[in-house]
């Protein structure tokens, strides 16, 4: 799996799920506002419309009323659908303001394009969550904002993201919000990813830690997401802004360990070089979740959220992040969960075999 293709799997659809360790964040602002949240019911969509909530503020979802309908039965609900073709808009039709649209994940460009142009003079801000799935080219650390992005390149997901971004801007110049997001973690994640580790860290024994330790690993939380949109539709906060935390670099190796105390894990973690596992067809990133080797992508782990730091953006501990998505993994519906799942992860059989043959051949080079 490509690192580009698993950024559409981290931040795509979950189950509904109570949120965990989250608190209101400081006073509501003076005025509420009306949102209207298109979609509203997965991974990021449920957290951005509590947060809002949480603020005073005032929410309508747009959505075809199927996926989780019961969730905020006190929040007004417009029915419809969103379509490349035959799609009905019509419940978002007519004189209707509202102070901002949030756009929460949408796969396919003409979906923004659609919604943004019809709501755009009715409108006074939008805001779209994009991913750091735009970005040309990862071999260089410390991407930023005005890094260069795809081009004509549609029908792929980096290459729509960037399509739908000027959507947005097109139709709300000076009152566009963009959030570039790297891999979104926490409760409400029905990915494979971040479970693999946490998995694996709950049982007994050796676990496979891949490389040395030493390379980066970035990731954003839910909530912390949530927050910076909401904040942004409150301060009309116009322009793109990555989203890559934690705020200090994390090492691999402080991953696994940080993990392994949020959970209170006691597994041993045995580090394998990246070479041994790759001439065994262990590939990073899919079959080892996460990890990103600095000598193949070495930007991909660290993108530069520095512009949206300098602006008031709150990364919470990983160890938060870690224990709460652990809660998340343990609900019913992960419980039966085997690996490898959802393109991620490697067999137990298959890990006590690399396990095995690593403790080989370091016999038989000492």
Known sequence: MHRRTFLKLAGGSALAWPLLGCSAAGPVRARARKILVLG?????????????????????????????PHLFPEVEKLRGERAPEGGDLSALEGERRWDAV???????????????????ERVDYGLFVSSIAVYADFSKPGLAEDDAVHENDPGWYGGEKVLAERALQAAFPGRAGIARCHAILGPRDDGTAFHYWLRRLAGEGEVVAPGSGLDPVQFVDVRDVAAWIVDSVERRRDGIYNLAGPREPLTFRSFLEGARTAIGSEAELVWIEADFLRGRGVRSFDQMPLWAPLDEDEGFQQISSAKALAEGLELRPF???????????????????????????????????????????????S
Do not use: C
Not at 48 to 62: C, D
Not at 102 to 116: R, Y
Not at 324 to 336: G, P
């Open 102 to 120: 949030i756009d929460v994940w949408p796969e396919h460009s003409k979906l923004v394009e659609a919604t943004a142009g019809l709501l755009s």
């Open 40 to 68: 509203g019911t997965n991974f990021v969509g449920p957290a951005v419309v509590e947060r809002a909530l949480e603020r005073g503020h005032e929410v309508t979802l747009f959505n075809r009323g199927i996926t989780r």
């Open 319 to 365: 160890v938060e992040t870690a224990a709460d998505a652990w809660r998340w993994y343990r609900s019913h519906f992960f419980r039966t969960t085997e690996f490898p799942s959802g393109g991620m992860g490697i067999s137990r059989e298959r890990e006590e075999e690399l396990l095995t043959e690593w403790k080989a051949s370091q016999l038989r080079g």
